[in-house]
């Protein structure tokens, strides 16, 4: 056993100017194996990652690789060790061919010229390692699609003596049967000895693909469990500690009997979505689910006016002829819609939480010609305590607050104006199970409060777990509509449905 | 025990004043104080090197002299934080001055001249606006182009040639004074207080800031973006076209030719001010320092009869010593 010790972290401290954020952590990997490391998010994961990779040095602590302590003080000590990140988002370059985006670190060369031919060997031997013999390296980059980006990006980190791959919520925005394409490959490299870190807030994979599951809380050792003697339930108390009860908040009895706030008929998005109808009641949450691809992801946002070349036959909203113009106009009906993208579509990261809250409501703030900014203030300072949001204040950017206290942001900015439907696409990508469990508690309240909520997600748990009607969309066009609550498994089948050719 | 207390306590306050210096740097403002810092001590080294320099009509020259680029730096600040550029202003104040002129020369009251001067301003900052927004072409490239176009038309009309402008009422607007302080210096300081007003304190300015922070998350939100950046641009072509009537009035004549080299320095002015080329971060009193911190330079290189050619250098050096410091400032921060 001891022999196959391949990282070994033992005592590892950091703070940020003088907040401890990793309290003597330790963690360890064997050769070939996949750890899950799990924790809400500043439970000090990617502090822990971004020291293993050089990016941070630690405070104290020690590190060893096959039992020999080693220094790790730049990114490139890292890459030197075998250590290998794949970063969150696609880092790609969509203009080069695939060898190039490969090769990129390391071109071989001849005299002052890149090797090409060189190159394209090598990045088929990895492509072949990775099984996609049948990817030309010469393809260029920007031409496929999302997920076979980012396994290219596995190759390129494993060219070299790769060792241990990071990789830091590789699923995000990967459909079921793209998830099972990446954990062959996970297998795959296992099987090399490879050893895998995999960071993921989607505990059903994590169950399915790791051997261990490593948890943080608060910047401390939480918990080490052999994936196979363990469940769920303990798992998520390891990470939230002693805060959880049911992830989702009961159903309502009232609810999914209001009537109808909007309706849409022959929806239609050039691509995207081919006549779909659809409605969304006061005090209800009507869920949509579908793959990616499937046009689910669409319909908010082509509904409030931000999606070019949307048709429309008719709709309502309150009960009014609504036409699809611009967002502005979406607002001033009474829309409000929560972006899938958060960090690109939903804050303004240098303006701080009082401001991003108030953006989308300035009459609101306004007193004759100003801003009212104390209103403002008091404002934020309320939403912050009803909606527990971490933060030092309503002053704090909100470009360095987490995700799941941004989201809570982005939510509640729509609550403060005059709405009578909330669109929320993919209200917790990202954000960690306390927050999450927040979120969802949030999201019920509304639909009590007799808003219309339109609640868009590509987890099929979500959807079940919240909505109390529900469309399910493939192909462009609805598969399978649900008039009360329905459970995960049903809606992940009709979601797989082949769409019947219109 | 007693000794770990007073390690812990001790640490403790070390890193409280870590903390607060950090806070205190991540402060919006700290970029101002700096450039006030920073304009303070280049204020003091001048009046040690020339006896004339810190005295009333020496100052008061200064920012007579930086009116002109102040005014179109006061206007581009909020352009830029909003997310757009305009090179074409300095361009604009060309023609605008020559307008006047050949209006003037024509038979038309002078007044009506200079209306005729801002509205043909405030259309091609329009120009720039539509093309931007509507063809969603880079405005770098638009205003680029802008600026050739006008600066070749404002030689075309004039033939090259200074078009004299010499009118008692209207070059007041260039060498005036009340209570002592000139006109153009007066002006220039009321429009970046009104810039300054709208932009701390109307919903109009928020929208600035939110623009250019994150475009597409603004529209998701139903913030009029393209219409924010299509008001600045027009503003910006406006503050041009005033910027080209004060210096055809102070110098009683319009010379195609006589503002687009200092289009660097408005630029410069903006940048150097802690506004982010980017976007979304800047403020107007920073753009005001900074323009002082140009002008003072010019005029104390001038006094100490330092050759003018070494004066585009120092500008530069300054501003990149300036927006490198800026750049070590915001990283503290993370």
């Known amino acids: ?502 | 025990m007693s000794q770990h207390v007073n390690t812990t306590a001790a640490e403790h306050k070390a890193i409280t004043t870590a903390q607060r210096s950090r806070n205190l740097l991540g402060h919006p403002y700290a970029g101002v104080v700096m450039l006030l810092v920073f304009y303070l001590i280049l204020a003091a080294v001048f009046t040690t090197l020339s006896p004339y320099f810190l005295t009333f009509k020496n100052l008061v020259s200064i920012g007579s002299n930086m009116a002109f680029i102040g005014l179109m730096a006061a206007a581009g600040t909020p352009l830029i934080i909003a997310g757009g550029l305009d090179l074409s202003v300095a361009a604009v104040a060309g023609i605008s001055g020559v307008v006047v002129a050949m209006c003037y020369a024509n038979g038309i009251d002078i007044w009506v001249s200079c209306g005729i001067a801002l509205v043909i301003g405030a259309g091609i900052g329009a120009g720039n606006g539509a093309l931007t927004n509507g063809l969603r072409l880079n405005p770098f490239i638009v205003t680029l182009g802008t600026m050739s176009i006008i600066t070749g038309l404002s030689l075309v009309l004039t033939g090259g040639l200074t078009q004299p402008l010499l009118t008692e009422g209207f070059n007041w607007i260039g060498s005036g004074k009340i209570y002592g302080m000139p006109v153009p210096l007066l002006i220039m300081l009321v429009i970046f207080l009104l810039i300054w007003w709208v932009m701390a304190f109307t919903p109009f300015g928020r929208f600035i800031y939110a623009s250019g922070g994150n475009p597409e998350a603004s529209r998701m939100l139903g913030i009029p973006v393209d219409r924010t950046q299509m008001i600045l641009y027009v503003v910006s072509g406006l503050s041009g076209a005033l910027a080209g009537i004060i210096v055809a009035a102070m110098l009683g004549a319009a010379a195609p030719d006589s503002v687009g080299k200092h289009l660097l320095t408005v630029i410069a002015a903006i940048i150097l001010g802690g506004t982010s080329l980017f976007g979304g971060r800047g403020s107007v009193w920073g753009t005001l320092l900074a323009v002082l911190i140009l002008g003072t330079l010019n005029n104390g290189l001038t006094l100490l009869n330092v050759s003018s050619f070494w004066q585009d250098v120092t500008k530069g050096t300054v501003l990149l010593l300036a927006v490198g410091l800026d750049q070590l400032r915001v990283r503290s921060q993370n």
Request: proline share 4%; with cysteine; aromatic share 4%.
């Open chain 1, 1 to 502: 056993m001891a022999d196959k010790r391949l990282l070994d972290m033992s005592g590892v401290r950091k703070s940020f100017g003088g907040v401890p954020v990793l309290v003597d952590v330790g963690f360890h990997l064997d050769a070939g194996e996949v750890v899950a490391l799990l924790g809400a998010n500043g439970a000090g994961k990617s502090t822990l990652m971004k020291i293993l990779s050089g990016n941070y040095t630690r405070d104290a602590g020690a590190i060893a690789i096959d039992g020999s302590p080693v220094e790790i003080r730049s990114p490139a000590d890292a890459l030197a060790l075998g250590i290998r990140m794949l970063p969150q988002e696609l880092s790609i370059f969509p203009d080069m061919t695939v060898a190039e985006n490969i090769m990129i670190g390391a071109m071989p060369r001849k005299g002052l010229h890149v090797d090409a031919a060189a190159m394209e060997a090598r990045a088929t031997q990895l492509l072949k390692r990775l099984g996609l013999d049948w990817l030309s390296p010469r393809t260029r980059m920007g031409t496929l699609s999302h997920h076979v980006q980012r396994i290219v990006e596995i190759a390129r980190a494993m060219n070299g003596n790769a060792r241990v791959l990071i990789m830091d919520e590789p699923t995000a925005s990967l459909a079921a049967e793209e998830v099972q394409l990446l954990f062959d490959i996970i297998r795959r490299l296992q099987a090399e000895g490879i050893s895998i870190i995999y960071i993921s807030h989607y505990l059903k994979e994590v169950f399915a693909i790791s051997g261990r599951v490593v948890v943080l809380r608060d910047g401390r050792n939480a918990g080490d469990f052999a994936t196979a003697r363990t469940d769920v339930d303990e798992v998520l108390h390891a990470i939230v500690g002693n805060r959880v009860g049911d992830l989702y908040p009961a159903f309502s009895a009232s609810s999914g009997a209001g009537d109808d706030v909007v309706t849409v008929e022959g929806l239609t998005v050039e691509g995207w979505l081919r006549g779909v109808d659809f409605t969304v009641r006061r005090g209800t949450i009507t869920g949509v689910h579908g793959l990616i691809g499937s046009g689910a992801e669409m319909i908010g946002r082509s509904l409030f006016g931000a999606v070019p070349r949307t048709k429309i036959a008719s709709a309502t909203v309150g009960g009014k002829p609504y036409t699809i113009t611009t967002p502005g106009r979406a607002v001033e009906a009474g829309l409000g819609l929560v972006a899938a993208e958060r960090k690109r579509e939903g804050i303004i990261a240098m303006l701080t939480l009082r401001e991003n809250l108030s953006i989308a409501n300035m009459p609101l703030f306004t007193r004759g010609m100003t801003v009212d900014r104390e209103k403002e203030a008091t404002t934020a300072a309320e939403w912050i305590r009803r909606l527990s949001i971490r933060a030092r204040g309503p002053e704090q950017p909100i470009g360095t607050l987490s995700g799941g206290n941004q989201q809570k942001v982005c939510l509640a900015r729509w609550l403060l104006g005059d709405l009578s439907v909330l669109i929320l696409e993919e209200p917790t990508r990202g954000v960690d199970v306390g927050a999450r469990q927040e979120i969802y508690r949030q999201i019920r309240q509304l639909a009590d409060q007799g808003l219309g909520i339109l609640l868009i997600s590509s987890d099929a748990e979500e959807v079940a777990g919240l909505a109390d009607r529900s469309i399910v969309l493939a192909g462009g066009v609805v598969t399978e509509t649900y008039e009360q609550p329905t459970d995960a498994s049903a809606l992940m089948s009709a979601a797989s449905k082949p769409a019947v050719a219109a």
